[in-house]
C-alpha cells in the first residue's frame, strides 16, 4: 500500500508561478540599471600662486684687471731740416675735347668717280591680270592670242585641281565645308613657290596647298621682254554632295 502526500506539502506545485515572479523580477532590475543615468560631478579647482618676495641671488666675483697706458707719442726733433726739390714734376695738361662755335670743320670733299655702286635688282611680282605676257600653262602654247592664252591658262588650273581633289575624310566626318582662297607665285623658272591658303579649317588648307604644288612647270611670265614673276590667286570650294 502506497504512502499519501498531502497535496498541501507539495513543493513543486507553484513552480511555474515562481519561475514567472522571479523572470519579471530579472526584468524589471535590468530595466531600471539600463534607464539610470549618471552625471559628472563639477570638481573645483584651487589654483595657488606663492609669491616671495625676498630674492637673494649670489653676485660673481670678478676680478678688476688693471691695463698698463699706451707708450708716449716720440718727441718732435728740435731743429727741422728742410730738402729742396731735386727733381722737376712736368703738370700734365688735358686738352677739351669738345668743339666750340669758332671751331671750322672743313667739308670733305668725294669723288663720285671713287664710290662703287652696286646694281640691286628690285624684286617685282607683277599681277597675272596686268602682266605683259603671261605664263603658259602646257597645251596652250597653240593659242594665237594673248588673251586666249590667259582663258586656256585659267581652264587648266581649274582643270587640275578638278581632277587632283581629295577631300580630306576627317573633313567629311566632321562634315566641314567651305572655300579656301589660295595665292602662289609662277617665278621666272615656271616653278610654283610662295604658297599662301585662307580657309575655313586647317585639312581644306592643306587640301589646297598639296593641289596647288602639284601644278606643272609653266612658261614662265614675261614682263619687258625679262621672265619675271607673276601673282595667281584662285578660290577652291569644298562642297560635299
Not at 201 to 213: G, N, P, S, V, Y
Not at 222 to 234: C, D, E, F, L
Amino acid at each position: 500500500m502506497k504512502p499519501k502526500k498531502n497535496p498541501n506539502a507539495d513543493i513543486g506545485r507553484n513552480r511555474s508561478l515562481y519561475f514567472l515572479i522571479g523572470l519579471a523580477s530579472i526584468l524589471f532590475v535590468t530595466w531600471q540599471s539600463l534607464e539610470v543615468k549618471t552625471y559628472e560631478k563639477e570638481s573645483d579647482v584651487l589654483d595657488i600662486v606663492q609669491v616671495v618676495d625676498d630674492l637673494k641671488e649670489d653676485v660673481p666675483v670678478t676680478e678688476n684687471v688693471i691695463t698698463a697706458p699706451p707708450p708716449p707719442p716720440p718727441a718732435a726733433p728740435d731743429v727741422i731740416e728742410i730738402i729742396e726739390d731735386v727733381e722737376e714734376v712736368e703738370e700734365t695738361v688735358i686738352e677739351s675735347t669738345e668743339s666750340s662755335q669758332d671751331t671750322f670743320i672743313e667739308d670733305v670733299v668725294v669723288n663720285v668717280d671713287e664710290v662703287d655702286v652696286d646694281e640691286v635688282e628690285e624684286e617685282i611680282i607683277v599681277p597675272f591680270a596686268i602682266v605683259e605676257n603671261a605664263p603658259i600653262f602646257p597645251g596652250c602654247e597653240s593659242c594665237p592670242t594673248e588673251t586666249e592664252r590667259r582663258e586656256c591658262f585659267n581652264q587648266k588650273v581649274q582643270e587640275h585641281i578638278k581632277n587632283n581633289l581629295v577631300y580630306p575624310q576627317m573633313a567629311l566626318e566632321m562634315r566641314i565645308t567651305g572655300r579656301v582662297f589660295v595665292q602662289f607665285v609662277i617665278g621666272p623658272d615656271g616653278k610654283v613657290t610662295h604658297i599662301k591658303k585662307r580657309g575655313p579649317d586647317r585639312l581644306l588648307e592643306k587640301e589646297a596647298q598639296r593641289i596647288i604644288a602639284s601644278l606643272p612647270m609653266v612658261t614662265p611670265g614675261m614682263q619687258r621682254g625679262k621672265p619675271t614673276k607673276v601673282a595667281y590667286s584662285i578660290p577652291i570650294n569644298f562642297v560635299m554632295q
